[in-house]
């Protein structure tokens, strides 16, 4: 159970607004975003640097995804969200759990590969070998390199929050919404 009430966004005008930029940008306004409601403001920035973050840095829909899963794996309530669309994009059911599980998942290119190894270092949070650094770089430019940190980052600030606060996961029709939307920007 959530920790903090839901928002009502028709009392307070500045969630209303901050919903209808959430929605317009995501398909609808998760859980989690609705405990970040209770800051209104925060929820502007928070979903306008999401929207960055998701939609808008030079990574393809599969290494967005696959960066923020590496990033989520331990949190439930972003796995679920996150990891469907990772699988609608084609991950299999083994690729998944060797990632659910900080393992490099298995048929993955040398790239999607090294893109992993840097994530798990990144997302721990201890440093990132140059060595790793290096085999990023093989494959990924380095405006690329710091979107997947930014992206990592976004997340990693996501889960404090979803750690914190504990937001319900979302039914399986709000989750099929969640994969309608990707699928129809994929489509264009």
């Known amino acids: ?12 005008p ?14 609808f306004v998760s ?9 209104p403001a925060g929820l502007r920035a928070h979903a306008a640097y999401g929207h960055q973050m998701r939609f ?17 794996r331990a949190v439930p309530y972003a796995w679920v969200h996150h990891g469907n669309l990772l699988r609608q994009l084609g991950m299999s059911d083994a690729q998944m759990d060797a990632l ?16 992993c190894t840097f994530i798990f270092a990144f997302a721990a ?8 650094l290096d085999a990023l770089r093989k494959h990924f430019r380095d405006n690329q390199i710091i979107d997947m940190a930014l992206l990592s980052a976004y997340f990693l600030g996501g889960a404090g929050i979803i750690t914190a606060f504990e937001p319900e996961i979302e039914t399986p029709d709000r989750l099929q919404l969640e994969l309608d939307w990707q699928r129809k920007r994929l489509q264009g």
């Open 31 to 39: 859980n989690l975003l609705r405990v970040i409601a209770h800051s």
């Open 125 to 132: 949070v201890r440093g990132v070998s140059q060595p790793v």
């Open 14 to 27: 500045d969630i209303a607004d901050a919903f209808a930029r959430t929605e317009a940008s995501r398909g």
């Open 1 to 12: 159970m959530a920790r903090l009430p839901d928002v009502d966004p028709t009392t307070n």
């Open 56 to 72: 808008e840095v030079d990574l393809t829909e599969w290494q967005r995804e696959l960066t923020i899963c590496a990033t989520v």
């Open 100 to 115: 659910h599980a900080g393992r490099v998942p298995p048929g993955l290119s040398e790239a999607d590969s090294a893109l």
